[in-house]
Nanobody, 121 residues
Framework: QVQLVESGGGLVQAGGSLRLSCAAS????????MGWYRQAPGKQRELVAI???????NYADSVKGRFTLSRDTSKNTVYLQMNSLKPEDTAVYYC???????????????WGQGTQVTVSS
């Protein structure tokens, strides 16, 4: 089992900034991926940004140039710096973590409880 502890989020005006953080602990193996998804009311959950163990980072097109995902591997923590926020960024943001067992190569995925980000116009 992996536990994810999220922090950050809140209410901000359009053009403002917020930072989310997520720390993972527990049974962490290899080939890990960690990042953030979001889900707005009435919409499907979508990828925001994710980083792999190798350092490859992928962003949703809608956040490129505005959001930055970084990590502290010593703490198994990722940070999502969100700048130039727009009302359409309003959603519940969920931390995501995936890990693979080294022996049987089983992939496990975990989700945080979610944190609300609201951007007012």
């Amino acid at each position: 089992q992996v536990q994810l502890v999220e922090s950050g989020g809140g209410l901000v005006q359009a053009g403002g900034s917020l930072r989310l953080s997520c720390a993972a602990s527990g049974s962490i193996f290899i080939d890990n991926s960690m990042g953030w998804y979001r889900q707005a009311p009435g919409k499907q959950r979508e990828l925001v940004a994710i980083i792999t163990d190798g350092g490859t980072t992928n962003y949703a097109d809608s956040v490129k140039g505005r959001f930055t995902l970084s990590r502290d591997t010593s703490k198994n923590t990722v940070y999502l710096q969100m700048n130039s926020l727009k009302p359409e960024d309003t959603a519940v943001y969920y931390c995501y973590f995936a890990t693979t067992t080294s022996l049987l190569r089983r992939r496990y995925e975990y989700w945080g409880q979610g944190t609300q980000v609201t951007v007012s116009s």
